[in-house]
C-alpha cells in the first residue's frame, strides 16, 4: 500500500514537473531538440549505461548541431546549446548572461570567483581583475622562469630516448607557478601540496559524474552515495593543506607590512592574495571568501594550463618539422642560455604563439560551459527567460567545418596566422571563454605556457609514437584523454 502510494505521488509529480517545464519552454518550440529524446527522461539513454568515452563522443555528437540553437534535455531539465559563434557571442556577453548554472554548485566553492553566483561574483571579479593586470603578469615572469628550470631539472633524471608520461612533472611545475605567483606561497615548504592538483583531478571526476546523473542533483540523495563520502574525504585533505597556506600567507603579510614603509607597501603591485587579505572599499573578505579564492585558483589555474602543456608536447612530438621551427623562433629571440624572459620577448615568439594557439583550438580544455539568464532577455527573435540554462559547446565550436575548414580536425598552426585570423569571427576562438565572465587567468596561462614550452626545447627534442587518432576523450569537467600521453626526450 506504501508502495503504491510512494509511486503514485512520484508519478503525479513527474507528471506535474513535465507539464510545467513544457510550459516555460513554450517560448522554444520551435528549436530542434538533440535526438533520441523521450519524456521524462529526455536525451538520458546518450549517457545512461555509457563509458566515459562513449559519453564525450556521444555529448560532442549530439551538440555537432549545425542550428544556431537547440535543446538538450538532462532529464527533465532544459537546456538550450550552441557552438554558433554568433550566437555563442550574444550568450557570452550579455551581462544577463553571466550567471552560473546550479550544477556548478557541485564544486562547494560557492564564496569563489568561479563557481559564486552572479551578486557574489560581480563584487569579487571587479576587485580581482587588477590582480591580473598587465605589470602585475610582468612581475611574475622570473617566478615562472624559475619554475620551468625546475621542471628541466627534474625531467633531466627521465631516462634518455625512455617512453614516459611527462603528466606528474608538469602538474608539479604549474602547481609551483600558481601558488608561487597568485599565492605568494612556497608549495615546497608546505607538505602534502604536492598532492593537491591530485585532489583535483578527483574532484572534477567525481563532480563529473553528479553532472552526468540528474537523479544525484538533489543534495539528499547524494549525500547517501559513496561519491558523495569520497568527494567529501578528499575536500578535508585539501581543505588542511589550504588553512595552512593562508595563514602562512597572513603572516608573511603581517611581517611584510611592519618591515616595509607605509607607502612602499601600498605602491607594490598587490598579487591575488594581497588583495583578498586587503579591505576593499571598506569590505574585507570573509575567511572563507578567502578559503574559497584559493583552491579556486589552485584548480582552475593547475591542471588546466598543465593539460593544454601535456598536449602541447605531445603535439610538439607528433610534427618534428614544427617542433623545428619553434625552437629555430625560440633560439632567435633568446639567443642566451638564461636570458629571463620579458613581455617584449614573450611577444616576438609569434610562431610559438600560433603553434599554442591551435592546441588550445582543437583540445580546449573547458570543453563545454555552462550559463544560465540572470534575468528575461532577447535572442534569436526570442524572449529567454530568467533561469534557462545554456551549454556553450567550445570543443565543437573549434572544429566547425565551416569555419577551419575540411581539414578542421587536423593541426595546423598556420590557422593562426595573421591572414586567416583576419577574416574570421573572434567568437570562432574561444578557449578562455569570452565576455566579462571569461577566464581571469588567460594572459598568465599564455605567458606561463610559453615560458615552459622554451625551457623543454631549449633542452631536449620530443619525440612520440603516438598518432592524432590515440588521442581519445572521456567525459570530465576538463579535456582529458582516456589513455596515457606517452613521449620520450632526447638531449639537445
Ligand atoms: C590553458 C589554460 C587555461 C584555460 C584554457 C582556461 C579556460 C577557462 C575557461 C574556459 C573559463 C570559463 C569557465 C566557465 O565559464 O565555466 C575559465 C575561468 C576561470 N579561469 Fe581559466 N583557463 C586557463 C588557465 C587559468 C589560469 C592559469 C588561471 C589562474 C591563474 C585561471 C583562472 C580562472 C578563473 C579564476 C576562472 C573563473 C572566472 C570567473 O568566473 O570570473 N585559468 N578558464
Not at 606528474?168 to 593537491?196: F, P, Q, W
Not at 569570452?434 to 588567460?442: E, P, T, W
Request: glycine share 4%; net charge neutral; aromatic share 10%.
Amino acid at each position: 500500500m506504501l508502495l503504491f502510494l510512494t509511486l503514485s505521488v512520484l508519478t503525479l509529480l513527474s507528471v506535474f514537473l513535465y507539464i510545467r517545464i513544457q510550459v516555460k519552454m513554450s517560448f522554444g518550440k520551435t528549436l530542434p531538440t538533440v535526438k533520441p529524446y523521450y519524456p521524462v527522461i529526455g536525451n538520458g539513454t546518450l549517457f545512461v549505461l555509457k563509458n566515459n568515452e562513449q559519453r564525450f563522443e556521444n555529448l560532442v555528437g549530439a551538440l555537432s548541431n549545425s542550428a544556431r540553437l537547440f535543446k538538450l534535455w538532462l532529464g527533465m531539465i532544459p537546456v538550450l546549446c550552441s557552438c554558433h559563434p554568433d550566437v555563442v557571442n550574444k550568450i557570452l556577453t550579455n551581462p544577463n548572461c553571466h550567471e552560473r548554472t546550479f550544477q556548478y554548485s557541485f564544486f562547494k566553492l560557492y564564496h569563489g570567483v568561479f563557481a559564486s553566483r552572479y551578486d557574489i561574483w560581480k563584487t569579487q571579479r571587479k576587485s580581482l581583475n587588477i590582480t591580473f593586470n598587465q605589470r602585475i603578469l610582468q612581475g611574475f615572469l622570473p617566478i615562472m622562469n624559475e619554475c620551468a628550470v625546475r621542471l628541466v631539472g627534474r625531467l633531466g633524471s627521465v631516462g634518455e630516448c625512455e617512453e614516459f608520461n611527462i603528466t606528474e612533472y608538469i602538474m608539479r611545475c604549474t602547481l609551483e607557478m600558481v601558488c608561487a605567483t597568485t599565492i605568494g606561497a612556497d608549495i615546497n615548504n608546505h607538505s602534502g601540496a604536492e598532492k593537491l592538483s591530485q585532489y583535483m583531478v578527483k574532484f572534477c571526476e567525481l563532480i563529473t559524474r553528479r553532472i552526468m546523473s540528474p537523479h544525484l542533483y538533489w543534495e539528499v540523495l547524494y549525500n547517501l552515495t559513496p561519491t558523495s563520502k569520497q568527494e567529501e574525504s578528499l575536500r578535508r585533505e585539501a581543505y588542511k593543506v589550504g588553512q595552512r597556506i593562508l595563514d602562512d600567507a597572513i603572516a608573511l603579510k603581517v611581517e611584510n607590512s611592519s618591515e616595509s614603509r607605509e607607502e612602499d607597501y601600498y605602491r607594490k603591485p598587490k598579487i591575488f592574495m594581497d588583495q583578498l587579505l586587503e579591505s576593499i572599499d571598506g569590505r574585507t573578505f570573509e575567511r572563507d571568501e578567502i578559503l574559497h579564492n584559493i583552491y579556486t585558483m589552485i584548480a582552475a589555474g593547475t591542471d588546466t594550463s598543465g593539460t593544454e602543456l601535456i598536449y602541447i608536447c605531445q603535439m610538439l612530438a607528433m610534427h618534428p618539422d614544427m617542433q623545428e621551427r619553434v625552437y629555430q623562433e625560440m633560439v632567435r629571440v633568446f639567443p642566451e642560455d638564461d636570458a629571463p624572459p620579458t613581455a617584449e620577448t614573450l611577444k616576438q615568439l609569434e610562431y610559438m604563439e600560433m603553434f599554442i594557439k591551435e592546441s588550445l583550438r582543437l583540445f580546449p580544455i573547458a570543453p563545454h560551459i555552462m550559463r544560465e539568464a540572470y534575468a528575461d532577455f532577447e535572442l534569436d527573435g526570442m524572449t529567454i527567460p530568467k533561469g534557462t540554462a545554456f551549454i556553450i559547446s567550445i570543443y565543437n565550436l573549434h572544429r566547425r567545418k565551416d569555419i577551419w575548414g575540411p581539414d578542421a580536425d587536423s593541426f595546423n598552426p598556420e590557422n593562426f596566422s595573421k591572414e586567416q585570423c583576419a577574416h574570421r569571427s573572434p567568437f570562432a576562438f574561444i578557449p578562455f571563454s569570452a565576455g566579462s565572465r571569461n577566464c581571469i587567468g588567460h594572459r598568465y596561462a599564455m605567458n606561463s605556457m610559453k615560458i615552459v614550452v622554451a625551457h623543454i626545447l631549449r633542452s631536449f627534442r620530443i619525440t612520440t609514437r603516438m598518432s592524432m587518432d590515440d588521442i581519445k576523450f572521456k567525459m570530465d569537467i576538463l579535456l582529458k584523454s582516456t589513455n596515457e600521453l606517452l613521449i620520450s626526450l632526447a638531449r639537445r
